[in-house]
């Protein structure tokens, strides 16, 4: 496998990072944090995804989860979006907040995912400042960061209610007084020895597991060295919602005909819209989209969409319009696409 692979499927689990672009901060204050957390709690009741894990550093985040519909990229695209409009909003800033697409590796839950879990709680104290801190001291700071999963795993007071802390803890016996404290001693002996970053072992093809669980994934998903996005098969069980039923769900939130908007001919506003929501949610290529609104070429879609992205950089009020449109949307729609 020459290169990571992007695979979905119902049930799988995922350690997911982005990095702010040029490595700059993607969170200035507590207020972006507590955005970030509410963002990302919405699009996890929405997608049906759920959270083992997370923790937030001034520029990136890690997240473990899981996704008993196999559908990552949607719930990834829709997040980061999400954050990202939310952010540049605040500081009347346009542009990528991150530093291209977000990385995942697709984990072997039996064997790496207590692992992993760790390796998310113990990002705050892998800087260069704490290399020569105590033991005490590092644990301290692991208490006390904010914004992060592990003090819940501790205690029930601090648990977030949009985190699912039962899988990690099941590998510890279950959810009690007795696996919180296995857990505790687990993180702590990660510490003291000076554990090894389990994600190395999907550097270059973004499978952290054993090699039965590697074999099963080249089996199952990859053909002739391709990545699953390139199998037709593979690529619609992306799909598993029809994209008609968004289009008409769209029509219904903007009070119009579906005929009226993907009239061919018409380059409204709202045409443009939908043909990025499309884009977004559905994985679906331009050419597909110009079938679905009209019958329209592959380069009026990229036109129409390049319009649209210009228009919002330059109109704050439109691209309000555009986030609280599409947030309604799928808050309200509960389609998971």
Not at 232 to 244: A, F, I, M, V, Y
């Amino acid at each position: 496998m020459a290169r990571p692979l992007r695979i979905q499927y119902p049930g799988a689990y995922y350690h997911v990072t982005c990095r702010g672009n040029e490595r700059k901060k993607i969170f200035l204050d507590d207020q972006d944090y507590q955005d970030f957390l509410e963002k990302l709690s919405l699009s996890l009741e929405i997608y049906n995804v759920s959270l083992l894990a997370y923790v937030c550093m001034p520029n990136h985040f890690h997240l473990l989860a899981t996704t008993p519909e196999g559908n990552l990229s949607q719930f990834m695209r829709h997040f980061n979006i999400s954050y990202t409009s939310n952010f540049n909003r605040r500081y009347r800033r346009v542009g990528h907040l991150y530093q291209g697409r977000y990385k995942a590796f697709l984990i072997d839950a039996d064997n790496y995912l207590l692992e992993v879990s760790r390796y998310i709680h113990l990002n705050p104290i892998r800087t260069k400042v704490f290399a020569k801190k105590s033991f005490e001291e590092k644990w301290d700071v692991l208490l006390r960061h904010p914004y992060s999963s592990l003090r819940g795993y501790f205690s029930l007071r601090k648990r977030s209610e949009f985190v699912d802390y039962k899988d990690v803890l099941g590998y510890m016996g279950r959810d009690n007084r007795k696996g919180r404290e296995a857990y505790r001693q687990f993180v702590r002996w990660g510490i003291a020895a000076k554990t090894d970053n389990p994600l190395e072992l999907g550097r270059g093809h973004g499978v952290v597991g054993g090699d039965d669980f590697i074999e099963w994934i080249k089996g199952k998903f990859s053909s002739k060295g391709k990545a699953e996005r390139e199998q037709p098969g593979l690529r619609e069980l992306r799909k598993e919602k029809k994209p008609e039923e968004l289009i008409e769900h769209y029509a219904q939130m903007i009070g119009k005909e579906t005929g009226e908007i993907c009239k061919r001919g018409r380059k409204t506003i709202e045409r443009a819209m939908l043909m990025e929501v499309l884009y977004r949610y559905c994985e679906l290529t331009q050419p597909e989209i110009g079938r679905l609104v009209g019958g329209i070429g592959y380069s009026a879609v990229s036109q129409a969409r390049k319009r649209l992205q210009i228009r919002m950089e330059r109109e704050p009020k439109l691209r309000k319009r555009f986030d609280t449109l599409t947030d309604q949307f799928f808050q309200k729609s509960r389609i998971k696409i």
